[in-house]
């Protein structure tokens, strides 16, 4: 029997979360935020190109334990910090003041700050079950607790609906961007806090727009499997923004906004003549079409279409757009071979996590031979989650 990997439940994030307050600080949290990770379906790197893509949420999720300070100054802690505390002014969670953990922990009250949103001192603790560098977006989800957290503490809440969710979710991307410095899209921040129980995300990323697409797993009679490969990747090293780059200037060639306008793309090939320019532009734009086909073979419950559509999409992302990495080409490849309806890299790439869509019946045979090749080839053995489109739970959960 395989060893599925489970996510805490509420209470266990909670107690987790205050535990880990009052060893740090001696004293009690105003309260517990949660906002959880996600997996993407289909529709890689679409988003900074104004395209679409399909997440959804996990039940994996990050809880924030957190109270207001009168005096201005902010300490925190997290369960994976180097550090056992941080200590400093909101002045000092600003760009290119703050790195690593701090600046995704921090980073919201400097968003937040620049809304007008006046976010007081703060005491604050983050525990989370969400895989770190496993692709799943474990750093959207500590700053969409954070900034609900945070939000809350200085008298706004930002969950009360979809357009409060939508402004929390652009800030939480600006706090990702400019304070950490990783160039990423609004795709992880939306599933994070957008997103809805039996449902896939559809999100357009040119105008924020969201549809909820019904994506019921087990009345379709299958499973998702998140295949974590243990290759931690990372989206500030520089390989994320070089593709970002690439798409701009291909975007600039061409003479439209996004990506997204393109329209014809054997005339947009034609018209570019660097190669790997060429190459990015054809993933984006066949990887935006391949979304809106996946929503359609899924509406349909035709699976095997929607599989294809996972083949290809990680062929794309491996061949044109570069992002894959040989541990996650084996555990595709192993899936596939196994039985799987699909399966591709999930996520920015450069490591972390591959899915793959499967009948319960071959949920063992396939979860089996992914951990047999990885180990044939030397390579760590993945780690196996099996995804459910989950309520976010990005609220407050106590008290």
């Not at 105003?30 to 104004?50: K, M, Q």
């Amino acid at each position: 029997m395989s060893e599925w990997q489970q996510a805490w439940t509420a209470e266990t994030g909670v107690r987790t979360a205050q535990e880990l307050f009052r060893r740090a600080f001696g004293a009690e949290p105003d309260g517990v935020w949660a906002s959880p990770g996600r997996v993407n379906l289909i529709g890689e790197h679409t988003d900074y190109n104004g395209g679409l893509c399909l997440p959804i949420a996990l039940p994996h999720r990050t809880y924030v334990a957190a109270s207001a300070r009168s005096d201005g100054r902010v300490r925190m802690t997290t369960d994976i910090g180097t550090e056992p505390v941080w200590e400093g002014t909101l002045a000092e969670l600003a760009p290119r003041k703050v790195s690593g953990w701090v600046a995704y922990c921090g980073g919201p009250a400097w968003a937040l700050t620049g809304a007008g949103v006046a976010v007081p001192g703060f005491d604050l603790a983050v525990a989370s079950c969400v895989p770190l560098g496993a692709g799943l977006s474990s750093s959207a989800a500590v700053e969409c607790a954070v900034g609900l957290a945070l939000a809350q503490l200085a008298g706004h809440r930002l969950d009360a609906g979809d357009a409060d969710r939508a402004r929390l979710a652009a800030l939480c991307v600006r706090a990702e961007n400019e304070v950490a410095g990783a160039p990423t899209g609004g795709m992880d921040q939306a599933a994070s806090l957008r997103a809805q129980a039996g449902h896939a995300l559809l999100l357009d990323c040119r105008d924020g727009s969201v549809e909820q697409v019904r994506f019921d797993l087990d009345a379709a009679g299958l499973a998702l499997l998140v295949i974590d490969t243990r290759a931690s990747h990372s989206l500030a090293d520089g390989q994320y923004g070089a593709r970002r780059a690439a798409c701009e200037r291909g975007a600039a060639r061409l003479g439209v906004t996004t990506l997204r306008e393109v329209t014809d793309l054997n005339a947009a090939l034609a018209a570019l003549d660097d190669d790997e320019v060429r190459r990015r532009v054809r993933h984006v734009v066949t990887e935006i079409g391949r979304v809106t086909d996946f929503v359609a073979a899924s509406e349909a419950g035709d699976w095997a279409t929607a599989g294809r559509l996972m083949d290809a999409s990680h062929d794309s992302l491996r061949d044109d757009y570069e992002v894959s990495c040989v541990e996650l080409d084996v555990v595709v490849a192993a899936a596939r071979g196994a039985g799987a309806l699909g399966a591709r890299m999930t996520g920015g790439g450069f490591g972390g996590s591959a899915i793959a869509l499967v009948r319960p019946e071959k949920m063992e045979t396939v979860a089996h031979a992914v951990r047999v090749a990885a180990s044939v080839r030397g390579l760590p053995t993945p780690e196996i989650h099996l995804a459910i489109p989950s309520d976010p739970g990005a609220c407050l959960i106590e008290p």
